[in-house]
């Protein structure tokens, strides 16, 4: 039987390089996504979602 180590053992926790990649490419993302909705209805996002 094979013996793999437990994930919680080997998983890194905190500022660490992935999750800072991580982080930045989904805020690129936000970014993006809010820069469209703003260019396609004209309205601000807060706007959009009827928020305020």
Known sequence: MAN???PSETREWGFTPAAESLNGRLA???????????ALSGQG????????
């Open 28 to 38: 690129m993302l936000g970014f993006a996504f809010a820069i469209a909705i703003e």
């Open 45 to 52: 996002v807060l706007h959009f979602l009827n928020l305020i």
């Open 4 to 6: 793999f180590p437990n």
